[in-house]
């Protein structure tokens, strides 16, 4: 069972935020109700907005009491003994000193204290956080200290890079946490550990019985008032540059022993993904954005008519995108990757399709293997069996097993933020990694950004657009269902 051994601070910038409210204070509870925390602990808020401890206890309470069915009055009731708050600006080395001031004599007394601080702020507030965490003392030797920030890092590989740099001057290898929070699912995870646990898979991961891959993320939500965060990443910076190309990289990786490997063979198999040869970009990326339309039968308005977005926006909330590992096992199989936002069901899968040889008769069709990380989680083996009668006429044998969490299941930020406090990276990326999908993926993001890259829409509550349909259709495929 994972649990914090040393005293800590954990600081979080932007504590006032989206993420902050929806994630992070929620996950933080869950920890303390499973006593996953030592006695001598604090949650640090840092923001512009006007608070004090009183008044952030109350918004970290009503994000809690959100967020969940019900609460455990006492353990809340302690967990907020717990938090502090220190208003300031971003870029004030003076309100930075009085936050380590006040951190200072928070841990009075504590030994071994390990300082966390989680950058929960727009991208770019970064260099001014990061220079003032040492300039302030927030950060200061020889406390153990951890530095989170959440993917994407950057907006493309020139901001990655200037992020990475400013990472390197402020802190020592070893200090810095890439949050990606999909590698926080134990769904995720178990791509990898499914594969490892279960020789038989590998036996069939390979080119010559697989036909293709497909791994959809789709959700019916839309944007969730996080208009400023979305208007300038869209979906396929927002899933595709970690979420999913980190799920191909689990799928295809090389499996060794021994943990410390992990991290290795996941960056491998990263960098074994490539663009396939293509007449044209399109033929590689197709872009869409929701239009007005029904979700559980209730009206929604378009993505340009939502709060806060530009009537002429042309940030995509849908990709289809396609890819190829050149790893020895899975060269040559398609893979193709899709997400959206306001689709009709909420699900993230990963379906491999394997080649049938031949038609052995009517209603046989190719096996394929779901495994749903994501809505109704579980595991499917699509078989045939023969019908009765004398001709070979087949029915689909579905063989399926929920996939939910059994045992330590704790929330994503939950676990990462543990992880991050007892000094475990293995689940965060590392640079390369996130250089590498920046690299792959920034022809096409320079592609979708240009004007006349079409852009299609699609009504809310369906599963994307009409030309994503035939787009994979063009490749003698449907979207698998
Ligand atoms: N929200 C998500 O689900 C999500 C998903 C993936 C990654 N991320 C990443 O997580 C981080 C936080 O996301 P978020 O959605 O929580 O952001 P957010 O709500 O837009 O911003 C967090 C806080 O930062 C401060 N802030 C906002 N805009 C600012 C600006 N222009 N200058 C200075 N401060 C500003 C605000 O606090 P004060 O005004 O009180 O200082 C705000 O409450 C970002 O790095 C984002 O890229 C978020």
């Known amino acids: 069972m994972i649990a914090s ?8 910038f932007g504590a006032s935020g ?24 604090a949650i640090v808020g840092y923001a512009r907005t006007e608070m004090d401890d009183a008044s952030f206890r109350k918004l970290v309470e009503q994000s809690i009491r959100a967020s969940m069915p019900e609460v455990t009055e006492k353990v809340l009731e302690e967990f907020l003994t717990h938090v502090f708050y220190q208003q300031g600006q971003y870029d004030s080395e003076a309100d930075f000193s009085t936050l380590a001031k006040k951190l200072t004599a928070i841990e009075k007394g504590w030994k071994d204290t390990v300082r966390v601080a989680y950058l929960s702020i727009p991208p770019s507030v970064f260099p001014q956080v990061l220079h003032n965490l040492n300039a302030g003392q927030v950060r200061t030797d020889p406390v153990p200290f951890r530095c989170i920030v959440e993917k994407p890092v950057g907006n493309d590989l020139k901001s990655f890079e200037e992020l990475r740099e400013q990472l390197m001057t402020n802190f020592r290898e070893g200090e810095v ?22 020789p038989m898979l590998e036996r069939l991961f390979k080119n010559t019985l697989i036909r293709h891959v497909e791994i959809t993320a789709s959700e019916p939500g839309g944007i969730e008032g996080r208009a400023g965060y979305f208007e300038h990443t869209g979906t396929f910076r927002d899933m595709f540059q970690s979420h999913l190309l980190m799920i191909s990289s689990l799928l295809t990786m090389r499996l060794r022993e021994g943990e410390g490997t992990l991290i290795e063979s996941r960056k491998n198999a990263l960098e074994q993904l490539y663009l396939p040869p293509a007449a044209h970009l399109n ?5 869409g954005q929701y239009a007005a ?3 559980d039968k209730k009206p929604i308005v378009g993505y340009r008519q939502e709060k806060d977005i530009a009537p ?33 069901k909420k699900e993230t899968r990963i379906s491999i399709e394997f080649q049938m040889p031949f038609n052995v008769g009517e209603g046989a069709k190719p096996n394929r293997l779901d495994i749903i990380l994501q809505g109704e989680a579980g595991m499917r083996f699509h078989l045939q069996t023969k019908l009765g009668g004398s ?6 044998l579905l063989l399926e097993d929920p996939l939910v969490c059994f045992g330590d299941c704790l929330p994503e930020h939950g676990l990462l933020v543990l992880e991050a406090i007892n000094g475990k990276q293995q689940w965060f990326l590392t640079f390369e990694e996130v250089r590498t999908a920046w690299r792959l993926l920034e022809p096409l993001q320079v592609h979708l950004d240009r004007p006349e890259t079409p852009l299609f829409l699609y009504p809310a509550g369906s599963d994307g657009p009409e030309e994503a349909k035939m787009w994979i259709q063009k490749d003698g495929l449907q979207w698998l269902e």
Do not use: C
């Not at 051994?5 to 979080?12: D, G, Q, R, W, Y």
């Not at 933080?28 to 602990?41: G, Q």
């Not at 990606?180 to 499914?194: F, I, M, P, S, T």
């Open 391 to 396: 001709e070979p006429k087949f029915r689909p």
């Open 177 to 198: 946490y890439l949050l990606d929070h999909y590698l926080g699912k134990e769904a995720v995870r178990n791509v990898y550990y499914l594969r490892l646990a279960n």
């Open 293 to 295: 339309g029904t979700v």
């Open 5 to 12: 051994s040393s005293p800590f601070s954990f600081i979080l």
């Open 283 to 287: 033929d590689i990326v197709l872009q």
């Open 312 to 344: 002429e926006s042309r940030t995509n909330t849908y990709i289809a995108l396609k890819l190829q590992s050149r790893t020895s096992r899975w060269e040559g199989v398609p893979f193709y990757l899709r997400s959206g936002k306001r689709m009709h």
């Open 18 to 41: 989206h993420l902050a409210t929806l994630k992070i204070y929620p996950a933080l509870y869950v920890l303390a109700l499973k006593k996953r925390f030592p006695k001598e602990y």
